[in-house]
């Protein structure tokens, strides 16, 4: 057997590890027992891996791993979505940098130059993707604007609207004047702004008691120009005299009248609200309500439209000033008042969205919501965390028609058609150019495309051959889980259920995973403008794949908002270092070392049985019976953060630091080859089970291993597998037989006396090799186990002398460790000179005290926390933690001499 090589190196190691697995062909799809299929959430074909992406396909990759080696019939479906408003944008900056405008050179070839963008830089985020050891199969990549998916797409569209699902109708959109067209209201982002609250006063057509004028508030004074009204609240009865009258409105001189409504908050600015049906979604219900007037003053991008004199021409934040001025001029500005608040921004560009009242398609959403929010009711679909459910109810409870129609040209274009000659309208799965009621050829499509969200919501089968090939999806629909972030919970996961059931009358997945947002290091968003972003690529390449995926699973708890621990450097934006992702590279290196260890001592092995032998071997199985459980259950519950640190605990702290070290001298003894079996056994099982969170160096070790017994037939013969990713996974039924709580008990006894001769040593700074006298109390029925260990326990603990019993005194000169619920008092006289170490301690402790003072002093000085930096605060608060600690461990070893 060849020695593995001292270190394991990640940049080199893993790329041909790679490379192995896609030359064997075996990410491919796999046929077996049971079904296990995952729709990897299709990432924009304009982007990179972000730490969002990581982390969802790290959970990803462990499940469908586990599922394959466990022989289940797996399908892990890759693919990118066209990503309309994104595209367009990076290639109108590419077109405009060459001097070209898309209005120039038309629709078709813009499309075309689309196509040239996604086929050159779309697959970036695909090979990272690979580079992580995510086991998709690439051969089937999909793509949402694919010539099948299109018909998909285009069937869906047909359908619903043949059934009276989609329509088309005037409302208020949101509006992107920068990207000119719709966005949908989840689409929207949400800024806090330092803004103004202008009070402008509107003359009265008659006086009312005696007043000339009402004073309406508003924080948009440009929009003024297309009041139709101006509504009080019915609750405002200082205000009912003025219902009836009507204001001339400035500037443009039109009678509008004042009404009650609803809408209007009667404490809100001047209890008068201004309504401008076109431009605000609940001036468009009180319009629509009183029979009010729609007049967009803007056009698609947001410039006041032909009409209003000097205003025409103007931008929104042009005309703004311009009206403030004029009020100003004709005494009509009665004052301004500071106000923050809340305004829509474009998801893509950052523009400021315009609420704009334009023709648009919807889906009507009441057919389709009832049986969406059933399914989950009904547990159906059930949610990990299950508070997430709530999320998805309270959005389905409230749902709106959803516009999906976009003004863009790279799409999927709406397929109606339209006759010119006699206004014939339908639509169509197939192109046409003859009216196929007048036979004219005066006949064109809709110029609009469809919301990326509508191609997307078909994902879990159009990916898979629907409609053209439903056959496919037999037994692999609906999928096993969606593993998505909670911000499109709305946006894509309550759509999906909505046309899945419509279309395939069965759910999409059974369970939706619900991953951390992973936030910077100071708790605020990742992005690239603030620079706090950290590159999945970046720790790859720094630490490797295994230790960026082990790490991000360790975050996945029930704590949804995770801090990453990574410091980025201020000047180039760049990855320092990540202290957490280094710890998970020296698990990674631990087990290496281990495993290399190991097969370093397997000369004259032969593959076999375990068999107990030892309490220590008894303890060994039993805990490993319980991690191939914990684990095995971890993944199909989907709780990675708690089983990812439970592997660590398991294989570092008690198959290396006891087990291994325990059974190091039956290698050189009689009992060798049942010790290297036993060994093998362990480490293989292990190397099996760490494989979904830690594919590159398990895969790399076991190539390195002998067979065990989990490669052996009914007859005993070997039958490996060609790589461990398709070897088999350790069964919890066929480990169970390993429980032994008696054994278990027994050794973490012996560890508890080992441990506390152990920690007496390093606490007093004593020689491991300085023998100690050690003394232990417990009860009849551990003593008797622990006396079954005493051959075990004098050699790890180095002891002089063991003492057992159950009534045994505390002998003099001696500290108590009281672990297990045994009693261990290690007696430190002629080690330690008693007197000295205390008088040492005691002034730690006083110098810990002053400290821990001054600390607690400038922390209860309200300035210093109200003014100083709030990392500057935290790392105080942090370090008197730290000092009560020191103080509580310096205190208890001072009465160790009492």
Partial sequence: MEEMPKNYDPSTNEPAILQKWLDGGYYKRREGVGDCTVTIPPPNVTGKLHMGHATDDSIQDAIIRMARMRGKSTRWVLGTDHAGIATQTKVDKKLKSEGISRLEIGRDKFVDACWDWTHEYGGIIVEQIKRMGCSVDFDNERFTMDEDYAQAVRKVFCDWYHDGLIYRGKRIVNWCPNCTTAISDDEAEYKDEKGHLWHL????????NGQDYIVVATTRPETMLGDTGVAVSPKDPEKAAFVGKTVKLPIVDREIPIFEDWHVDANFGSGFVKVTPAHDPNDYAMGQAHDLPQINIFDEHAVVVEGYGEFTGMTREECREAVIKWFEEHDLLDHVEDLDHSVMHCYRCDAALEPWLSEQWFVAVDKLKGPALDAVNSGKVTFHPARWTQTYTTWMENLKDWCISRQLWW?????VFYCEDCGWEDALTEDTDVCPKCGGHHVHQDENVLDTWFSSQLWTFATQGWPQKPELLEGHHPTTALVTARDIIALWVARMVMSSLYFLDEVPFKDVVIYPTILAKDGSRMSKSKGNGVDPMDLIGMYGADAMRYNLLTLCTNNQDVKFDANIDKKTKKLIDSPRTEQAKSFVTKIWNASRFLLMNMEGYTPGEPVVETPADAWMFSRLAKAVKMVTEGIENYTFGDMARGVQQFFWNEVCDWYVEVTKARL??????????????VLDTSIRLMHPLMPFVTEEIWDNMPASVLDLDAEGNVDRAEALMIAKW???????????????????LCRAVVSAARATRSRYRLSPKAELDVVVRAGAEDIEKLESLRSTIEPLANTASLVMGTDVEKPAASIAVVDSGVEVFVVLEGKVDLSAEKARLEKEIAAAQKELAGCEKTLANEGFVAKAAPAVVQKKRDRAAELKEILAALTAQVADFS
Avoid at 201 to 208: A, S
Avoid at 668 to 678: C, F
């Fill in 201 to 208: 006063r509107y003359p009265l057509t008659e006086p009312v």
């Fill in 730 to 748: 350790p069964e919890p039924a066929d480990y169970a037989k390993y429980v032994d709580e008696d054994a278990e008990r027994a050794f973490e």
């Fill in 411 to 415: 799409g999927h274009r709406i397929p």
């Fill in 668 to 681: 050189k003894g009689e009992g060798r080859l049942q010790a290297q079996r036993n060994l093998i056994f």
